[in-house]
């Protein structure tokens, strides 16, 4: 009995030595170390680029480029460091080849029969994936742009224009029943309007521009079925007022446009010139020839004549039969028109002015101000009409000038349709009109237009620095032009899916699209390097079992070693693809603030990955099995670089 339970407890010898255990790790580790380190040294410069973003994207984009960079750093310094170590600690005992996994099993059953009819039909396959790469061309053609997606504030800003000489009164009554119609809207929650300028320098707005914040409900308390687009749709189809011309925006999106531009809507055209009548003429030109065009709504023009002035003109001969002076005129205009301080009053730490004027019915029409008495020494007590004319006169509600010209502009929101193409047909229809411009005046197209072509001209140059970094990478990685070129060439087909996937999902080119590219071609190029490590090792047993010579290696051994370098790695390769699946499809299904922007970084991602990975199990082998069999047949030796060291 005793014997018996010595046996269940003794330990088993050792299959494999101390010594060789540490051996195998350490020849694996140096194998798959150096591929997996500068794949990952790949990734991190390919997102460097990111950081040659200016302006807006600059400020949205750099932390996640600054994020990804710092944590791809340190994972390539524990890749060759702690990764090795911790696999001599933990991978102990007897292990199981890799066919005794039931799934690795399924996966090379599967795998195994379709690289053989790859590597059969070779110009099929090589033909398929050309023609699937010159679709995208005419499909990312026909995609629209913008410059970043709009991201949902979860409130809109009403920004409605009215005519210059409004009344305080009537701009009140305006605010009061538009606020008033809003809030009639079930999905609103709360309404704020303000008409004019706020107790600030920086806000210049004149009395007939009004804002109002609207907050909405939560999601959940919506009509069903009903977005955010419908909910402004409905509301603007409420709110037409005779004089008053609707604007839609957000409030971070409108500051931060007006801050950058100028400009409060999406785009504006302003127009440069001399004379401010003959600016407002080239605008409301501008405009009717903008009318009707696909997607510009809330189009309107900035006022810049029609302000209302009351003018009051000295007659200095009469002031002289009087006896009186200009200076009697004007402090008698300041004091009842404009209040003149008599005083001032304390409240604990603060000190208020305190003005006097005449009360509103003794100054609310020209008649009245025409009666305002002024004491003469001479003749008493005489009308300031009897010294002076008093009447309105029409002049600018307000001057704008950009770099010391003065200018007028243009405004429209994009709705129901991209950016980029509306502001193209916009421009073509106004190069066809004639006569819109007079000698001296000139248009400069701005808003998110501004930001969106310098962003275009940014990425311009941006991508080609990303594919020669890229290449230099895997250059230093095989130290063999011809294998930086075979995990190179999977960056195009990557391509292909990320292009596939944002025009079925229905999103525009935008600089976040050009990140996730970005990337993606990281992520494409690293799974390349995997199996063209495979591949080599492929080789290097090919060459240790049969010498590297053309009169001992056939054809068919190099097609099935290669088939071996690529079918019996399967599980780490797609180990690679799936670890980059898996952190990036919930956010197809992430809801809340922010996933309007991040969805189309991601999109293009998630394609690209299962292009790029289709391409590299299935054309990666393929092309490095005809650049072998060109090596044999030229040089009659393999060029096997060496991937251990």
């Known amino acids: 009995m005793m014997n018996w339970f010595k046996n269940i407890f003794r330990k088993s010898p050792d299959w494999i030595s101390e010594e060789d255990r540490l051996a195998v790790i350490t020849k694996s580790s140096k194998q798959v170390s150096r591929g997996v380190f500068f794949a990952t040294v790949i990734i991190i410069t390919s997102f460097l680029p990111v950081f040659m973003l200016t302006g807006q994207e600059g400020k949205l984009f750099h932390p996640l480029a600054y994020t990804k960079t710092f944590i791809m750093i340190v994972d390539a310094l524990l890749v060759i460091t702690l990764a090795p170590v911790l696999i001599s600690f933990f991978m102990k005992g007897k292990f199981r080849p890799d066919n005794a996994n039931p799934v690795n099993r399924i996966l090379e059953k599967v795998y195994e029969p379709i690289i053989r009819t790859v590597l059969k039909w070779r110009k099929t396959t090589i033909a398929i994936n050309i023609i699937a790469l010159l679709i995208t061309i005419p499909l990312l053609k026909n995609l629209g742009t913008e410059f970043i997606p709009p991201l949902d504030e979860q409130s809109i800003l009403f920004m409605p224009v009215t005519l210059p000489d409004v009344s305080n009164a009537e701009a ?54 009903i977005t955010k687009k419908d909910i402004v749709t409905e509301l603007d189809a409420k709110l037409q007022i005779p004089g008053v011309v609707n604007g839609w925006t957000q409030p971070i999106i409108n500051r931060i446009n007006m801050l950058a531009t100028g400009i409060r809507t999406d785009v504006g055209i302003k127009v440069f010139g001399q004379n401010l009548d003959t600016i407002a003429s080239v605008s ?44 009697d005129v004007n402090q008698v205009v300041e004091s009842a028109l404009g209040g003149a301080t008599i005083g001032n009053t304390i409240e604990g730490r603060q000190r208020f002015s305190i003005s006097v004027r005449l009360a509103q019915e003794y100054r609310n029409s020209v008649e009245r101000i025409q009666r305002i008495p002024i004491q003469s020494a001479s003749f008493g007590e005489v009308p300031l009409s009897v010294v002076a004319d008093v009447k309105f006169e029409d002049g600018p509600p307000m001057i704008s000038s950009d770099n010391a010209i003065l200018r007028g502009a243009v405004m429209f929101n994009v709705r129901d349709r991209d950016l980029g ?34 962003g275009k001209q940014t990425l311009m140059w941006i991508a080609p620095v990303v594919l020669v970094i890229i290449f230099f990478s895997l250059y230093f990685a095989f130290r063999s032009i011809r294998e930086a070129f075979l995990s190179l060439i999977t960056v195009p087909f990557a391509l292909i899916g990320g292009a596939y996937m944002i025009y079925f999902w229905g999103v525009n080119l935008s600089v976040g699209v050009a990140v996730g590219f970005i990337a993606l071609f990281g992520i494409a190029v690293e799974t390349g390097i995997v199996m063209v490590i495979y591949l080599n090792d492929g080789m290097q047993q090919l060459i240790k079992l049969k010498g590297n010579s053309s009169e001992t290696i056939t054809k068919e051994d190099l097609r099935e070693y290669v088939i071996h370098g690529a079918a019996k790695r399967l599980r780490p ?73």
């Not at 009554?173 to 309404?191: A, C, N, W, Y």
């Not at 189009?299 to 002035?309: D, N, R």
């Not at 054309?619 to 005809?626: D, E, G, K, R, S």
């Open 172 to 225: 009140k009554r305006i605010l009061q029943v538009q606020d008033k119609i809003i809030k009639s809207v079930p999905e609103v929650d709360k309404v704020l309007g303000k008409a004019g300028r706020a107790n600030t320098a920086t806000d210049n707005s004149p009395i007939s521009m009004i804002e109002t914040i609207i907050t909405l409900k939560p999601k959940s308390e919506w009509r069903k079925g």
């Open 284 to 327: 409301e030109k501008v405009k009717a020839a903008l009318e009707g065009t696909p997607g510009v709504s809330d189009l309107f023009v900035e006022p810049i004549t029609g302000g209302k002035y009351l003018s009051i003109d000295v007659k200095r001969e009469e002031l002289a039969r009087y006896g009186l002076n200009v200076d």
């Open 421 to 454: 193409s509306t502001v193209k047909d916009a421009m073509e229809k106004l190069n066809k009109e004639k006569g819109v411009l007079p000698e001296g005046y000139f248009l400069e197209w701005s808003g998110q237009y501004e930001n969106l072509i310098r």
């Open 573 to 645: 390769k797609l180990m690679t693809v799936c670890v980059s699946l898996f952190g990036l499809v919930p956010v197809l299904w992430a809801s809340g603030v922010g996933v309007d922007v991040m969805q189309p970084i991601v999109l293009p991602m998630i394609g690209g990955v299962l292009t790029s990975s289709t391409h590299i199990l299935l054309v990666t082998p393929l092309i490095f099995l005809m650049s072998k069999e060109y090596e044999l047949r030229k040089y009659g030796k393999l060029e096997v670089h060496d991937v251990h060291h």
